[in-house]
C-alpha cells in the first residue's frame, strides 16, 4: 500500500511509501486525501500525522505529471482541504520536503522535523512558482522577506533555519515518528487550530522590490521570478481564497509555457546523462580511494580540490618545489576563502588539506587507485606523462586524462593497459564547475567507464559520457560556432554585434568576450609570421585577449571591455587580403549562422555516437558553456524553434546540413525519438 492509516492510540499515523522520492502523483495525493478525510471522521481520532517512507517527506509534485491534464485531487484542493480538516494534522518531515511536499506540510496545522531535514520551493528552478498556496501560506508563517529569498532562490534552508523562522514547530533530536505523536498528543485537544496565519503588512512590499533589483541579471529572460513577485504581492493585498486564485493562475500560465518545459525537459535529462546505455548496471565501480594529480596550475590544483572536498586523498605531483608550491598555495587559499565565506566549515578546510601530499617523484603515484594528468595540451607531452604514469601505476589503476580535444586512443597507446584508460575532462574552475566529460576510448573497458561514473556522482559532478572524438561534445560545438562568427567577422560583422547578438539571446557572454577571457592564443602556433586566419592576425600583434590588456576588445585598468578599433581593423585587413568583400548581415542571421550550426554539430555527434542523446549534448553546454537553461539546451531549443526551419534556414545560409538533421526534420521526429525502422 503506497498510503497506509494506522490508529495508533487516539494518533492516526499516515504512512506514504511512494519510491524513490514520494512523489505526490495522483494516486497518492487521492489515496491521501481519502485517509484523512477518513481519520477526521473517526471520533477516536484525536489527531493525524503524516510521515513518508524512505529517504524523504514529500520532495514534490510528479514532476512527470506536468504537460499532461490535471487530475483530482489537484496538490492546491488536496492541500486546502488538510488546512480545513476539524482534526489537528502534524507533518512528520525527513529528507528534503520540496515544492508541493513543503505546501502540504504548510498546509498541516503544525510540523516537526529533524535536523538534518531540509524545507524548500525550489519551482522557480522548474520554470514555475510554488502552486499549491506556498506563495500564500509562507509568506503569512515566516514574512515576506524570508519567503521571497526561499520562492526566488529555490533553495532549501535546513531544519534549524526553518525552526528559527517560525517554519517548523519541533526539532526531533530522536525518533521522529515518536516525537511526532507525543506533539500531535500534546496539541490534541488544542482549539481553534492554527489557520494559516495574518497577511504580511503593505510595508514588507519593499523586500520583494529588493529582490528584485539585487538580482535583476541574474533573473533576466525568464518569467517564472516575474510570477513569483506577482504572487507574493498579492499575498500582501489579497485575502487568502484570493491569493490563492491569483498563483493558481500565474501557475497555470507557467507550467503551459516554454520556459518551463525547458526547465523540466533539462531537470530530466540531467539526470539520464548518468545512464550508459548498453552498460551492464550490475558491473561493481573499482575502490577509488587515493587519487594522483600530475600538473599543479589552475586546471591540476582545481582537480586536487574537486577529489580533496569530497573526502578523497591526493598526491600532487609537479616537476619543480616552485611550482607545487605555487599549486599548494592555492588550494589553500581555495579552501581558506570558503571557509571565510561560509561555503566550507574550518574541520572540513582541515581535513581535506590534510588529506593532501606532494611529490616530485612519480613512484609516488604507486599507491593510487587513478592518476590524472592536467598537463600542457601537447600530445607529445601528454603520451610522454603517460608512460611514465604505466611504469609505477599499480595494477587496476585508472590512467585518466583531463585532455579537452586531443586523441585519447593515440595517449592510450602510450601506455600498455589501454583498457584503464579513460578522459575525465574537468571544467574550470574544476573545483567549481559540476560538469565533467567522461570520454570513452575505443579500449576503455566498461568497469573502468563505470568507475568514471560513480566517482563522478560521488564528488558532485554532472557527468556526461562522450565518444573519443575532437572536443568531445562540448568542444565540438564551440569551435563550430567560433568557426561561423569568424565567417561573420570577414562578412563584416563586428566582434561586438556578434557579442551581443549572443547575449541578448540570453548566453552569459558572446564568443569574442569568452575567447578574450579564455585567451585568444589558446591553441595559437605561436608564429606570428604565420597567419592564416582572424585569430594568428590578432595574436602576432600581440592581442591576446583580456590577460594582456587587449584581444577583440581593449580592457581598461578595471578589466572593462570596450570595442578597439585596432582589432578592428586587423581584422579587415585580413579579410581584405583574403578578397573578402563586405556586407550587411541582418542581426537575425547572426543568431542563426552561429547557433543553427551548433545544432547542426549536435546532429552529427549523434550521427557518430560521440553522443549518446540529444539530451547529454544540452547537459554539457547548459552546464559547461552558460546556455541559458530556461531554453533547455542548444538541442531541446532546437525542436522547439522547429527542427524544418533549421535545415530551411541553414541551406537559405547555404550551410551544411547533417544527414541526420535533415532526416530527423523531414520525419517530424525529435532527436532522441527512438530511430523509425
Ligand atoms: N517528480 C518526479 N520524479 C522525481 C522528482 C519529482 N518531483 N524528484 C526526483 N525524481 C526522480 C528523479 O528523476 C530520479 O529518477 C529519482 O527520482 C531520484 O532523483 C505544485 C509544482 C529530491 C533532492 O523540484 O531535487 O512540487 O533518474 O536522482 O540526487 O508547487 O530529486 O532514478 O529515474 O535527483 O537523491 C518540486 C526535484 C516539484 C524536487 C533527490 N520538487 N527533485 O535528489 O535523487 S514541482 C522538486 C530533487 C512542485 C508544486 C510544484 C531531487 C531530490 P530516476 P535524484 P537525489
Request: hydrophobic share 45%.
Amino acid at each position: 500500500m503506497a498510503v497506509s492509516a494506522t490508529l495508533r492510540g487516539t494518533i492516526l499515523e499516515i504512512m506514504v511509501d511512494n519510491p524513490p522520492v514520494n512523489a505526490l502523483g495522483h494516486a497518492i495525493r487521492k489515496s491521501l486525501l481519502e485517509a484523512l478525510e477518513a481519520g477526521a471522521r473517526q471520533p477516536e481520532v484525536e489527531a493525524i500525522v503524516i510521515a513518508c517512507a524512505g529517504r524523504t517527506f514529500f520532495a514534490g509534485a510528479d514532476i512527470s505529471e506536468f504537460g499532461k491534464p490535471p487530475l483530482d485531487p489537484i496538490l492546491p484542493d488536496l492541500c486546502n482541504a488538510i488546512e480545513a480538516l476539524g482534526t489537528p494534522v502534524v507533518a512528520a518531515i525527513h529528507g528534503t520536503a520540496l515544492g508541493g511536499g513543503l505546501e502540504v506540510a504548510l498546509a498541516c496545522h503544525y510540523r516537526v522535523a529533524v535536523p538534518s531535514a531540509r524545507l524548500g520551493l525550489p519551482e522557480v528552478k522548474l520554470g514555475l512558482i510554488p502552486g499549491a498556496g506556498g506563495t500564500q501560506r509562507l509568506p503569512r508563517l515566516v514574512g515576506i522577506a524570508a519567503a521571497t529569498d526561499m520562492i526566488l532562490s529555490g533553495d532549501p534552508i535546513p531544519a534549524g533555519k526553518a525552526a528559527e523562522l517560525g517554519l517548523i514547530d519541533h526539532v526531533a533530536e530522536g525518533s521522529l515518528i515518536e516525537e511526532a505523536h507525543r506533539w500531535a498528543q500534546s496539541i490534541a485537544d488544542q482549539r481553534p487550530l492554527p489557520r494559516t496565519g495574518e497577511r504580511p503588512t503593505a510595508g514588507d512590499a519593499a523586500a520583494i522590490d529588493r529582490y528584485a533589483q539585487a538580482h535583476a541579471r541574474k533573473l533576466r529572460g525568464q518569467t517564472a521570478p516575474q510570477a513569483c513577485f506577482e504572487a507574493l504581492r498579492a499575498a500582501i493585498d489579497l485575502p487568502l481564497a484570493e491569493g490563492l486564485a491569483t498563483e493558481r493562475r500565474l501557475f497555470r500560465q507557467l507550467v503551459d509555457g516554454d520556459q518551463s518545459a525547458a526547465l523540466r525537459h533539462y531537470f530530466f535529462a540531467e539526470r539520464k546523462a548518468a545512464r550508459i546505455d548498453g552498460l551492464d548496471a550490475s558491473i561493481e565501480p573499482l575502490p577509488i580511494e587515493t587519487v594522483g594529480v600530475i600538473g599543479a596550475g589552475t586546471m591540476g590544483a582545481g582537480i586536487a580540490m574537486a577529489f580533496l572536498s569530497k573526502g578523497l586523498r591526493v598526491v600532487l605531483l609537479e616537476t619543480s618545489a616552485e611550482a607545487l608550491d605555487r599549486g599548494l598555495a592555492h588550494i589553500r587559499q581555495t579552501f581558506e576563502t570558503g571557509v571565510a565565506k561560509g561555503r566550507m566549515v574550518q574541520d572540513d578546510c582541515d581535513q581535506a588539506l590534510a588529506r593532501l601530499s606532494t611529490a616530485l617523484d612519480y613512484a609516488a603515484l604507486g599507491s593510487c587507485d587513478l592518476i590524472i594528468e592536467a598537463v600542457f595540451e601537447l600530445m607529445t607531452v601528454k603520451r610522454e606523462v603517460f608512460a611514465r604514469i604505466d611504469a609505477v601505476a599499480r595494477p587496476g589503476a585508472i590512467l585518466a586524462t583531463n585532455t579537452s580535444y586531443l586523441d585519447i586512443d593515440e595517449i592510450a597507446a602510450a601506455t600498455g593497459r589501454p583498457e584503464y584508460v579513460v578522459g575525465l575532462h574537468f571544467f574550470s574552475p574544476a573545483n567549481i564547475m559540476k560538469l565533467l566529460e567522461v570520454v570513452r576510448a575505443t579500449r576503455t573497458s566498461s568497469r573502468v567507464l563505470a568507475t568514471a561514473m560513480a566517482l563522478a556522482k560521488r564528488i558532485g559532478k554532472i557527468a556526461v559520457v562522450a565518444g573519443n572524438g575532437y572536443g568531445f561534445i562540448g568542444n565540438r560545438l564551440l569551435a563550430r560556432r567560433r568557426s561561423e562568427a569568424y565567417e561573420l567577422l570577414l562578412e563584416g560583422v563586428t566582434p561586438w554585434d556578434i557579442d551581443e547578438a549572443h547575449v541578448g539571446f540570453g548566453m552569459p557572454m558572446g564568443p569574442f568576450r569568452m575567447s578574450d577571457l579564455a585567451g585568444v592564443d589558446i591553441g595559437w602556433h605561436r608564429d606570428p609570421t604565420r597567419v592564416e586566419n582572424v585569430r594568428d592576425a590578432l595574436c602576432a600583434a600581440g592581442r591576446l585577449g583580456q590577460k594582456v590588456g587587449r584581444g577583440y576588445y581593449d580592457y581598461d585598468e578595471k578589466r572593462q571591455a570596450a570595442p578597439s578599433a585596432e582589432a578592428l581593423a586587423i581584422i579587415d585587413a585580413f579579410a581584405r587580403s583574403q578578397g573578402r568583400t563586405r556586407r550587411d548581415v541582418p542581426r537575425d542571421d547572426i543568431l542563426e549562422r552561429t547557433l543553427y550550426a551548433m545544432v547542426d554539430e549536435g546532429a552529427r555527434l549523434l550521427g557518430e555516437g560521440i553522443a549518446q542523446r540529444a539530451s547529454d549534448i544540452d547537459v554539457v553546454w547548459v552546464n559547461g558553456y552558460g546556455w541559458p537553461s530556461y531554453l533547455g539546451g542548444p538541442m531541446h531549443w532546437a525542436e522547439r524553434t522547429g527542427l524544418a526551419r533549421i535545415v530551411e534556414r541553414l541551406r537559405v545560409h547555404g550551410m551544411p546540413v547533417a544527414p541526420l538533421l535533415a532526416e530527423k526534420a523531414s520525419r517530424g521526429e525529435r532527436f532522441d525519438d527512438p530511430q523509425a525502422a
